[in-house]
C-alpha cells in the first residue's frame, strides 16, 4: 500500500463538502438479484395475466361478475403473494448486501480514510490495490507496476501495465501492483453505469429446474397459440353466443396455463435464500441456493478455503553457505520495496521483525502474480525474485548439486504440508512474463497455514450426497497433497499444470474425470478445468477468495466466494460466505434439495390439472360437446384443491415425497394421473351429458366435483398417501385429514351458494349421477395406484422415445 501522500494528498474537507453540493458524488445502491419492476413485472405482467385479464375485462362488459371475480381471484391471490412475499426478501437481502459491501481508500487532508463507494467525490484520490474492483473511471496519477484486468469491459483477458495518466475505467480491476487514481468520471457517468448489458441488466442464469419450468412454459404458450383460435372458431360454428365463447377461453386458459407454478418457483427460490442468509451468508443470485442440489463437482482452492489463510514463515534455509545475516537483510530489502504486500509477504515481514523504509530504492517491481509463479524488486545493481521453487531452483537448467539439493529439500518440505518459496537474486532485471535471467538461489522460505477446522465434517456431508470434491491450487503438488490428506479427501491421481497444458482437450476431459488434485494450475488452467468437467456433463461449483480464482469462478455454473477474499471474487460470486466458514455450504445443499422438492411437488400438482384438461378439452371439441365446465366452477375448484395446497408446499409447511430424478418422478406421475383423470373425466361428462337429455348444467356439475375429488387424490398421492394403501397411512394422517379438510370446504361452497344467486350454476347431482361419478373415481383411483407402482408401459414409451 502506498505510505503517504506528499505529492498526492486529496481533497480536503472543504472540497469534498463543495463538490457533494453540487451533486458530484458517486451514486451507488447496492443491488442483489432482480429490481422491484422486475420483481412486479414477471408477477402481475406476465403473458398469462395478460391474456386472461383481457379477456375478463370483456367479459366485464358483458356483466358476468361472477366469472370475472372467481376467475380473477385465483390470479390475484398467486401475483400478490409471490410478489409481496419475493419483495419483502428483497429488501433483507438488500440490507445484508449494504452491509457486506466493502469501503474503498481515498487520501483526504493528507490522511488515508476508507469511505463507502457511494461517498466518492469527483476529483478524489482512490488507492489501487491487488483484488480492488474500480467503481469510477479515473487517471493514474501515481503507478507502482500497476496491472489492470480489462475483460470484464473489453473481452480481452490480458492483464494491462497502466502507466502514470493512463485511464482507468470503472468495471476493470487490479491483478497485481498498486496505485493512485484521481476520480473523473462518477455516477451515471461512469463506464460501468453507461454500459447497461454490465451495469443495468440482471444476469439471468436458470438453474436445470428453471430450465424445465420454461420449456413447460413455452409449450403452455405453443398450446394456447394453437388451441386459443380453434374455441373461438369452433364456438362460431356450432352459434355459441359471445359471452359463452368468452368463458370458455377463460376456462381453457385457466385450466391449461400452469399459472401458479412459475410464481411458486420464484417464491421457492427467494425464500430459499432467505434462509440460508441467516446463516451469515449472502446469496447474490436467487436461484444459487437451489443450484446448490445440482452440484456434481465441488472445485475447492487450496489457500483460504481448506486452509486458514493465516500463513506464518515456520524457518528460512539460507543455501550454499550465505550467512543467515546476509539473507534476512536481502528479504528486509525486497519486502520493504513492495508496494503492495500479500499474505505471503507480510508474513514474511512479520518474521522478520517488521519492515522500515529500504535501505536500498528499486528502480521498478513485477509483482507476484499466479500466471508468473514469481514476483521480482529490480535494484541498481541486482535484481531479488521470490517464487515457487521449480521455477527459481531450476531457471535455465542451471542445477549444480546443492541446487539440487535445495530443489529436493523443498520436495520434502512440501510433503510436510508446508508451502515453500525460493529467494533468489539476478544480476540483471527478467523480463515481466519470462524469467529468462540466471539466478542465484538465496534461501528456501518455508511456510505453513492451518487446515479449517470445519473442512472434514464439511467435505464428508458432501461425499455422503455423492458430490466429486476436486482441489484446484497454483501451490506446490506434495504440499497440496499433504494438505489434502489432512483435510480428509483421498487422492488417488494428481496433475500438474503443466501436465495438463500439454494435453487436448479430449485428453483433458478424461483427466479431470479421473484426478482428485490439481497443483501448479495457472488461473486459464483452472478456467480450463471446469470447462473441461462441464462438457463431461457435471454441475460444477467452484470455491475460491482470490483474484487467480475469477476466471474459474466465471466459468463455474455456481461460484462460492470468502467473504476476506478479493473484492472481484465476491463482486462475481453467486454465494458470498460472510463469516468465511465453509461449513455453511452442506446447509445451502440440503436447502436447495429441499427447494427442488417444493418445485417438483407443485409441478406434479399444477401440470397434472393442466395435462387432463389438455385432454378432456379436446374429446369435447371432437364430440361437438358444450364446454365442460365454467369459469367460477374451474376457478373455484382450482382454488381449493390446487393453489391452497401448492402454496403450502411453497412455504415448506407441508413436504412432498422424496424425488430424485424429474422424468421418473415428476413427468412420469404427470403423465400417467393425468392421462387417467382425462379419461375418466371425459367418459363422466359424455356419459351424464347423454343419459341427462344433454343437460349440460348437470355434466358440468358432475365434472366439477369429480375435478374437486381427483384434485385430493393427486394432493394426497404428491404426500405419498395412496387411499388404497392403508399402510401409507402411516405417519401422513395430517395429510390425509388436509385433504378431507380441503375437499369439504370446496364443494361445500357451491352447495352454500344454491340459494343465493347460484353463481356456480351448480346443479346437486342426483343419485345416478353421484354414484357413476364415485364409480369412475373410484375406477380412477385403483388404475392411479397400480399405474403409479407399475410403470411398465410409460418406462417402454419413455425408452421407445427417448433420444438415442
Known amino acids: 500500500m502506498i505510505q503517504n501522500a506528499s505529492s498526492h494528498p486529496g481533497l480536503t474537507t472543504q472540497q469534498v463538502k463543495e463538490r457533494l453540493a453540487h451533486g458530484e458524488v458517486n451514486s451507488f445502491k447496492a443491488r442483489v438479484g432482480r429490481s422491484y419492476w422486475d420483481i412486479f413485472r414477471d408477477n402481475v405482467l406476465n403473458l398469462f395475466n395478460i391474456v386472461l385479464f383481457t379477456l375478463l ?6 356483466r358476468d361478475y361472477a366469472t370475472v371475480f372467481f376467475a380473477g381471484f385465483s390470479v390475484v391471490w398467486n401475483s400478490l403473494l409471490g410478489m409481496v412475499q419475493e419483495m419483502n426478501a428483497k429488501r433483507k437481502l438488500d440490507q ?8 474503498v481508500k481515498v487520501w483526504r487532508d493528507g490522511q488515508l480514510v476508507s469511505i463507502h463507494s457511494s461517498e466518492i467525490v469527483k476529483d478524489d484520490v482512490l488507492v489501487v490495490e491487488p483484488g480492488d474492483r474500480l467503481v469510477v473511471d479515473g487517471r493514474v496519477l501515481h503507478s507502482d507496476a500497476l496491472e489492470i484486468d480489462e475483460s470484464q469491459l473489453t473481452g480481452e483477458s490480458d492483464a494491462i501495465l497502466k502507466n502514470t495518466g493512463d485511464t482507468l475505467y470503472s468495471g476493470s480491476f487490479c491483478i497485481a501492483g498498486t496505485g493512485l487514481m484521481v476520480a473523473t468520471r462518477i455516477g451515471k457517468d461512469s463506464t460501468i453505469n453507461q454500459l447497461s448489458a454490465v451495469a443495468k441488466t440482471y444476469k439471468r442464469q436458470l438453474t436445470p429446474t428453471q430450465e424445465k419450468i420454461e420449456s413447460i412454459v ?12 380453434m374455441i373461438f372458431l369452433a364456438g362460431f360454428l356450432n352459434n355459441v353466443e359471445f359471452l359463452g365463447i368468452l368463458q370458455n377461453s377463460v376456462v381453457f386458459v385457466t385450466s391449461i396455463v400452469p399459472q401458479g407454478l412459475v410464481l411458486v418457483a420464484i417464491l421457492s427460490l427467494t425464500l430459499g435464500a432467505l434462509s440460508i442468509s441467516r446463516h451469515q451468508t449472502l446469496i447474490q443470485r436467487v436461484n444459487a441456493v437451489e443450484s446448490m442440489a445440482y452440484v456434481t463437482v465441488l472445485c475447492l482452492d487450496k489457500t483460504g478455503t481448506i486452509t486458514r489463510n493465516q500463513l506464518s514463515v515456520s524457518e528460512i534455509i539460507p543455501l550454499n553457505g550465505l550467512p543467515a545475516e546476509e539473507v534476512s537483510g536481502l528479504l528486509r530489502r525486497y519486502t520493504s520495496n513492495l508496494a503492495f504486500q500479500n499474505r505471503t509477504a507480510a508474513a514474511v515481514a512479520q518474521y522478520m ?9 528499486k528502480v521498478r517491481e513485477i509483482p507476484f502474480s499466479s500466471a508468473r509463479k514469481w514476483g521480482a524488486i529490480v535494484l541498481p545493481d541486482e535484481t531479488l525474485v521470490m517464487g515457487a521453487p521449480e521455477r527459481l531452483l531450476c531457471a535455465n537448467g542451471r542445477v549444480p548439486d546443492w541446487v539440487q ?5 523443498a520436495h520434502g518440505l512440501a510433503t510436510q504440508g508446508k508451502r515453500v518459496l525460493a529467494f533468489a537474486r539476478a544480476a540483471t532485471a527478467p523480463d515481466a512474463t519470462q524469467l529468462e535471467v540466471q539466478c542465484e538461489p538465496l534461501a528456501l522460505v518455508v511456510m505453513s497455514d492451518l487446515v479449517r477446522d470445519d473442512i472434514r465434517d464439511t467435505l464428508a456431508a458432501f461425499r455422503a450426497q455423492d458430490v466429486q470434491i476436486k482441489v484446484i491450487s497454483g501451490d506446490n503438488l506434495e504440499t497440496v497433497r499433504a494438505i489434502a490428506h489432512e483435510a480428509g479427501i483421498p487422492v488417488e491421481q494428481a496433475y ?24 501448479r494450475i495457472s488461473p486459464d488452467t483452472k478456467k480450463r478445468l471446469i470447462a473441461a468437467l462441464k462438457a463431461r456433463g457435471h454441475y460444477v461449483a467452484m470455491v475460491g477468495d482470490g483474484v487467480n480464482d475469477v476466471p474459474a469462478l466465471k466459468e463455474a455454473n455456481l461460484a462460492i466466494v470468502m467473504n476476506d477474499g478479493a473484492q472481484i471474487s465476491k463482486d462475481i460470486g453467486d454465494i458470498v460466505l460472510l463469516n468465511n466458514a465453509v461449513s455453511t455450504l452442506p446447509l445451502a445443499f440440503k436447502e436447495g434439495k429441499a427447494i427442488t422438492q417444493t418445485i417438483f411437488g407443485t409441478m406434479k400438482m399444477f401440470l397434472v390439472k393442466n395435462f387432463y384438461g389438455l385432454l378432456l378439452f379436446t374429446f369435447v371439441g371432437f364430440m361437438a360437446m358444450p364446454f365442460p365446465i365454467t369459469p367460477v366452477q374451474i376457478s373455484w375448484v382450482t382454488f381449493g384443491t390446487v393453489n391452497i395446497p401448492a402454496t403450502l408446499i411453497a412455504f415448506q409447511v407441508l413436504r412432498p415425497s422424496p424425488m430424485k430424478r424429474f422424468r421418473q418422478d415428476v413427468l412420469d406421475f404427470v403423465v400417467t394421473i393425468g392421462l387417467i383423470g382425462g379419461v375418466a373425466m371425459a367418459v363422466l361428462y359424455a356419459l351424464v351429458y347423454l343419459i341427462d337429455g344433454q343437460e349440460k348444467e348437470m355434466a358440468r356439475s358432475a365434472i366439477t366435483v369429480f375435478v374437486a375429488l381427483f384434485g385430493i387424490l393427486i ?4 404426500h405419498g398417501f395412496d387411499p388404497l394403501r392403508p399402510s401409507t397411512l402411516k405417519g401422513r394422517r395430517g395429510v390425509a385429514y388436509l385433504g378431507v379438510f380441503f375437499l369439504i370446504v370446496t364443494l361445500l361452497v357451491p352447495y352454500a351458494l344454491l340459494h343465493v344467486g347460484n353463481a356456480f350454476r351448480f346443479v346437486p347431482p342426483d343419485l345416478p349421477v353421484t354414484a357413476l361419478i364415485l364409480a369412475l373415481f373410484m375406477l380412477a383411483a385403483i388404475i392411479c395406484s397400480v399405474g403409479l407402482r407399475f410403470r411398465v408401459l410409460l418406462n417402454r414409451l419413455w425408452e421407445l422415445f427417448a433420444p438415442k
Open 96 to 103: 445484508l448486501a449494504a452491509l457486506a459491501a466493502r469501503d
Open 353 to 361: 521483525g517488521g519492515t522500515g523504509a529500504p535501505d536500498v530504492v
Open 715 to 718: 394432493f394426497w398421492l404428491i
Open 218 to 229: 413455452q409449450v403452455t404458450v405453443l398450446v394456447m397459440a394453437v388451441m386459443g383460435p
Open 405 to 409: 539439493s535445495a530443489s529436493e529439500k
Open 496 to 519: 500438474t499444470g503443466d501436465q495438463l497444458d500439454a494435453m487436448s482437450d479430449a485428453d483433458l476431459q478424461n483427466a479431470v474425470e479421473r484426478a482428485d488434485l490439481f497443483a
Open 57 to 62: 375485462i370483456i367479459v366485464l362488459f358483458f
